[in-house]
């Protein structure tokens, strides 16, 4: 009994923590790319820029729909500026600038960690937009 009991409290906690973390965002509206995914940017396989990229497919998708972008951003991550990018939630860092193996952005993106991100849309990222990002951590996660 107790055992089902502290299941049913750990159930009852993710709900709840899920449900704030969208609480805050609206559903997408915005720019739906060519393949229906919530963005138009194209990524090249090598030499990703952060400003042509990363940022405008951040501003697309995670900032423009309000999760990563207001006063309270959902899990305390904003991603309206490299350096909230680099050093995320509560001081640690979303992206492990070399290893996008072990940066929490990308197990977000591709639904290993929790809910697939970002939620509330049609369409998730596509599958060049998600290389895209793992190039860019692989290269450096530079701020160009």
């Known amino acids: ?3 089902f009991q502290k299941s049913l409290i ?7 923590a899920t449900g704030s973390v969208l609480a ?3 559903k997408d509206e915005g720019i739906i790319g060519p393949d229906g995914s919530p963005s138009d940017v194209i990524f090249p396989t090598t030499n990703i820029s952060y400003s042509q990229h990363v940022q405008r ?9 309000g999760c990563h972008s207001q006063a309270e ?3 305390q991550l904003k991603l309206d500026t490299y ?5 995320g939630v509560r001081g640690l860092p979303v992206v492990i600038p070399g290893s996008p193996e072990t940066s929490e952005l990308v197990f977000r993106i591709e639904g290993r960690t929790g809910q697939r991100m970002p939620p509330n849309t049609t369409n998730p990222l596509n599958q060049n937009q998600i290389n895209g990002i793992r190039t860019w951590i692989a290269e450096g996660a530079l701020k160009n």
Do not use: H
């Open 1 to 3: 009994m107790i055992c």
């Open 10 to 16: 750990r159930v009852a906690c993710l709900v709840l």
């Open 83 to 87: 350096e909230n990018l680099r050093y």
């Open 24 to 26: 805050g965002c609206k």
């Open 73 to 75: 951003p959902a899990d």
């Open 57 to 65: 497919l951040f501003s697309q998708t995670c900032m423009y729909v």
